[in-house]
C-alpha cells in the first residue's frame, strides 16, 4: 500500500459510511470501487487493496469484480470521459459521424486518453436516452442531440478548462474524480441543479396538451 | 383514436418536478397516508385487481408475483427495484426518476409495506450520474418527511432505501445477475429455481420489480384497481410509457393505455421523418424481433404483439425508415450482445462471438451465401439454449431480419458491401433536407 495515513484515514471513514448501507458488507464493493476511482482516477492496485481489507475477501476476488464492469477503468483515465454511444439507433442517427469526426479532432481512439490528460474517448452502448438521439456523455451526464461539430465544440471546451453545461444535468460537467464521489453515494449538492425534462421526454404530455402540433 | 393518458408522466412540465413540495401539492404521498391505515394484503390485493403486469419486458403479473413471497418466518425480506435500465432502444426508466422521482419512492414503500420488506434497493445503472442525485435527494426528502425510517407517520411500519448505482453491464438488467451484482459479485445470472422470490438477495426473499411497475403503485391504491383495469385492453390492463425513437418527427415517451397502434402514437409524433417511409421497427427493444409496416394497426398489448411472433417488451419502438441498412442496424445490435454477454455460458459467450464475425465480414462484402445460412444455424444453436435471456436475445432480429429482408444480405454479397447510403440515415441529414427546402 501506497497510501498515505491521511488517505486510509479518509478513505476508511467514507468505506465505513458505504458499508453501513448494506446489511452485509460486500454489497458495498462496487461503490467502495467508485470510491477509488474518485481518488485514484481509476481502480489502482493500491485502491483495490483497501477494498479487499475493507469488505474481507481477497484482492484477486476484487480484481474479478473489477474487471467486469466497464465503468471501471484499469489505467488512468482523462479528466473527462467523452463516450458516443455507438449502438444501433443513435449510430445510425449520427453516432457514427460523431465518433468519426471526434477521434479524428482528438487524436486519439477508443479508451485512449489524450496527452494532455484531459479526455479519454469511449464507444459507448445504450445510454437510455434513445429519443434524444444522437447521444453523447461526458462523465456520465447527458449531451443530447449532438452532431459533429457540437462534438468538437464540446471537447474544445473541456480542454480549454472552460464550464461545459450537459443538456440535461447538473449546471456543469465536473471530473471524473468528482462524478465517481457522487457514483459511491456521496452527495455533491447539484441535484437541484438543471431541469426536469428534456422535449422528447415531454412530447406526449405536449401532445395531450393538444400543443406542439 | 385512443387518447393519451399523462398520469406517470403527469408532472414532467413542472418547474422542479423532482421535489417533494411538486409531488405533495398534487397529492402525492397520499396514496401511502391511505395503505399505511390499512392492511397490507389490502395492498397487494388492489395491485392483483388492477392487473398491473411487470413492465420490464417481460410482463409477469406483479400481484401474482409479490403472491409467490413465502409466509414471513421473522428474518429479513427485501424489495429490490431494476432501475438498470439499458436495453437498446428502451429510455422511459431513466427520465421518470430525472423528472419524478417521488412517484418510484412512494411506489417503493407501499410495495415494502404490501410485502413486508423493511429495507428496498434501488439498483440503478451508474452511468447517469444526474438520476442518481435526483433518487438520493429524494430518498433524503422522504426521511425528513418522515416518509422513511421507523414508525412511518406513526404506523409501526420501519423502512429504509438504498439507492445503489452500479458500473456498467446491461446483464444485471436479469434479476438474479443484478441480486449477484448488488452483492458486491460479478454480475452473472443464477440458476433458477430457486427464484428470487424463494432465494433471493442474501438468500432470503425477494421481490424485484421494474421501476415503472412500482411507480405504478401509488396511483392504482390511490385511485383505486378498477380505474387502472379500466384503461388498456382484457388482459393487458393500465397506462404505460411508449418510447419513440429513432426516424420520427417528435420522438419522446408517449404514455398511453395498453393497445394503443403504433400508427396512433406515429400521428401523434408527427409521423416517421418526413420525406420518408418506416421500413421497419421494434415494439420493445433489441431483444424483440423486427417488425414492419404490416403491423402499424396492431394493438400494442402483451397478446397482440405476442401473437405478431415478437413481444412487447418494454415498448421501446425504435422506428427505422427506407435509408436504414438492416444488415448495418443488426450487426450493430449483435456487437452490443458480444460485449455484453457475461461470459458463463458457452453458447452465448461462443455464439455471439461469432455471430458478431459473420457481421464484420458481411458489412465489408466479404461474406457468401454460406454465412447467411451460418447467422441462421449459430441463432438456432444459442436460442434455448443459453443460460439465460441475453442470448435468445441476441438472435432475436437476427432471424427476423432475415426472414424479413433476406434479399438485402444478399446485396452486400460478393465484394459488394453495404449498397445504401449510411449519411442519409442521420438527424443532422434529415435537418440539412428541411434547410434546403
Redesign the interface.
Known amino acids: 500500500m501506497t497510501y498515505t495515513d491521511e488517505q486510509t484515514a479518509r478513505l476508511a471513514k467514507d468505506a465505513a459510511a458505504i458499508i453501513a448501507?448494506?446489511?452485509?458488507p460486500?454489497?458495498?464493493?462496487?461503490?467502495l470501487?467508485?470510491l477509488i476511482q474518485s481518488e485514484d482516477g481509476y481502480v489502482s492496485p493500491d485502491g483495490m487493496a483497501f477494498c479487499a481489507d475493507q469488505?474481507g475477501v481477497s484482492t484477486a476476488e476484487v480484481s474479478?469484480?473489477a474487471t467486469?464492469?466497464?465503468?471501471?477503468k484499469r489505467r488512468p483515465t482523462g479528466e473527462y470521459q467523452v463516450g458516443v454511444c455507438?449502438?444501433?439507433?443513435c449510430?445510425?442517427?449520427?453516432g457514427?459521424?460523431i465518433w468519426e469526426r471526434l477521434t479524428e479532432h482528438v487524436g486519439v481512439g477508443n479508451d485512449e486518453t489524450t496527452p494532455d490528460g484531459k479526455i479519454t474517448l469511449e464507444r459507448?452502448?445504450?445510454?437510455?436516452?434513445?429519443?434524444?438521439?444522437?447521444v453523447m456523455?461526458v462523465?456520465?451526464?447527458?449531451f443530447d442531440?449532438q452532431?459533429?461539430e457540437s462534438a468538437a465544440a464540446i471537447v474544445d471546451d473541456l480542454r480549454a478548462g472552460k464550464d461545459v453545461a450537459?443538456t440535461?444535468?447538473?449546471d456543469k460537467v465536473v471530473t471524473l474524480k468528482e462524478?465517481s464521489r457522487?457514483?459511491?453515494?456521496f452527495?455533491?449538492g447539484?441535484?437541484?441543479e438543471?431541469g426536469?425534462?428534456?422535449?422528447?421526454?415531454?412530447?406526449?404530455?405536449?401532445?395531450?396538451k393538444g400543443g406542439?402540433k | 383514436m385512443t387518447?393519451?393518458?399523462?398520469i406517470l408522466?403527469?408532472?414532467?412540465?413542472?418547474?422542479?418536478?423532482?421535489?417533494i413540495a411538486t409531488y405533495e401539492k398534487d397529492g402525492g404521498y397520499a396514496a401511502l397516508k391511505k395503505a399505511l391505515k390499512r392492511k397490507p394484503a389490502d395492498v397487494i390485493q388492489a395491485v392483483k385487481d388492477s392487473g398491473l403486469r411487470g413492465r420490464g419486458g417481460a410482463g409477469f403479473p406483479t400481484g401474482v408475483k409479490w403472491g409467490f413471497l413465502p409466509e414471513p418466518d421473522g428474518g429479513?425480506r427485501y424489495l429490490v427495484i431494476n432501475a438498470d435500465?439499458?436495453?437498446?432502444?428502451?429510455?422511459k426508466?431513466?427520465?421518470l426518476m430525472?423528472?419524478s422521482p417521488h412517484l418510484l419512492i412512494e411506489g417503493a414503500i407501499l410495495t415494502s409495506f404490501a410485502i413486508d420488506s423493511h429495507?428496498a434497493f434501488i439498483y440503478l445503472?451508474?452511468?447517469?450520474?444526474?438520476v442518481?442525485?435526483?433518487l438520493?435527494?429524494a430518498v433524503?426528502e422522504a426521511k425528513k418527511a418522515g416518509y422513511l425510517g421507523t414508525n412511518i407517520l406513526g404506523s409501526g411500519f420501519d423502512l429504509e432505501i438504498?439507492?445503489?448505482?452500479?458500473?456498467?453491464?446491461?446483464i444485471c438488467g436479469e434479476e438474479s445477475a443484478l441480486l449477484d451484482?448488488?452483492?458486491?459479485?460479478?454480475?452473472q445470472p443464477r440458476l433458477k429455481p430457486p427464484f428470487p422470490a424463494v432465494k433471493g438477495l442474501?438468500g432470503r426473499p425477494t421481490t424485484v420489480n421494474n421501476v415503472e411497475t412500482i411507480a405504478s403503485v401509488p396511483g392504482i391504491v390511490d385511485q383505486g384497481a378498477a380505474w387502472f383495469a379500466g384503461m388498456g385492453t382484457e388482459k393487458s390492463k393500465g397506462h404505460v410509457?411508449?418510447?419513440?425513437?429513432?426516424h420520427v418527427e417528435?420522438?419522446?415517451?408517449?404514455?398511453?393505455p395498453l393497445g394503443v397502434t403504433l400508427r396512433e402514437l406515429l400521428d401523434?409524433?408527427g409521423g416517421v421523418r418526413t420525406g420518408h417511409r418506416l421500413k421497419f421497427w421494434t415494439p420493445g427493444g433489441?431483444s424483440t424481433p423486427l417488425l414492419t409496416d404490416k403491423h402499424l394497426d396492431m394493438p400494442l398489448d402483451y397478446e397482440s404483439v405476442d401473437a405478431a411472433g415478437s413481444a412487447l417488451g418494454t415498448r421501446?419502438l425504435?422506428i427505422?425508415d427506407e435509408t436504414?441498412c438492416v444488415v448495418?442496424?443488426?450487426a450493430?445490435?449483435t456487437e452490443?450482445y458480444r460485449?455484453?454477454s457475461?461470459g458463463k455460458c458457452t453458447p452465448c459467450r461462443e455464439g455471439t462471438f461469432w455471430l458478431d464475425q459473420i457481421y464484420d465480414r458481411l458489412e465489408a462484402g466479404h461474406a457468401t451465401e454460406a454465412d447467411i445460412e451460418q447467422l441462421l444455424a449459430t441463432s438456432k444453436s444459442i436460442l434455448g439454449r443459453s443460460f439465460c435471456a441475453l442470448g435468445d436475445s441476441a438472435t432475436m432480429t437476427i432471424t427476423s431480419s432475415i426472414e424479413l429482408f433476406r434479399d438485402e444480405y444478399l446485396a452486400h454479397l460478393d465484394g459488394r458491401g453495404c449498397p445504401l447510403n449510411?449519411?442519409a440515415?442521420?438527424?443532422?441529414a434529415t435537418a440539412e433536407a428541411k434547410g434546403a427546402k
Request: glycine share 10%; net charge negative.
Open positions: 448501507r448494506y446489511p452485509e460486500r454489497s458495498a464493493l462496487l461503490p470501487l467508485h469488505v474479478a469484480v467486469f464492469y466497464s465503468q471501471y455507438i449502438n444501433t439507433l449510430a445510425l442517427m449520427g457514427d459521424e459507448i452502448e445504450c445510454n437510455a436516452a434513445c429519443d434524444f438521439a444522437p456523455m462523465n456520465w451526464e447527458f442531440n452532431t459533429p450537459p440535461r444535468g447538473a462524478v457522487v457514483l459511491a453515494g452527495e455533491d447539484r441535484a437541484n438543471g426536469a425534462a428534456g422535449g422528447p421526454t415531454k412530447a406526449g404530455l405536449d401532445a395531450a406542439a | 387518447t393519451l393518458t399523462p408522466s403527469r408532472h414532467w412540465g413542472e418547474e422542479k418536478s423532482w421535489s429479513p435500465e439499458s436495453e437498446p432502444g428502451t429510455c426508466d431513466v427520465p430525472m423528472a429495507h445503472r451508474g452511468e447517469v450520474v444526474h442518481y442525485r435526483r438520493l435527494n433524503a438504498t439507492v445503489h448505482a452500479g458500473a456498467g453491464a446491461y451484482s448488488l452483492e458486491g459479485r460479478r454480475g442474501y410509457l411508449y418510447s419513440l425513437s429513432g417528435r420522438p419522446g415517451q408517449y404514455e398511453a401523434l409524433a433489441s421501446a425504435q427505422f436504414t448495418r442496424a443488426v450493430r445490435w452490443f460485449h455484453e457475461c449510411s449519411a440515415t442521420t438527424l443532422f
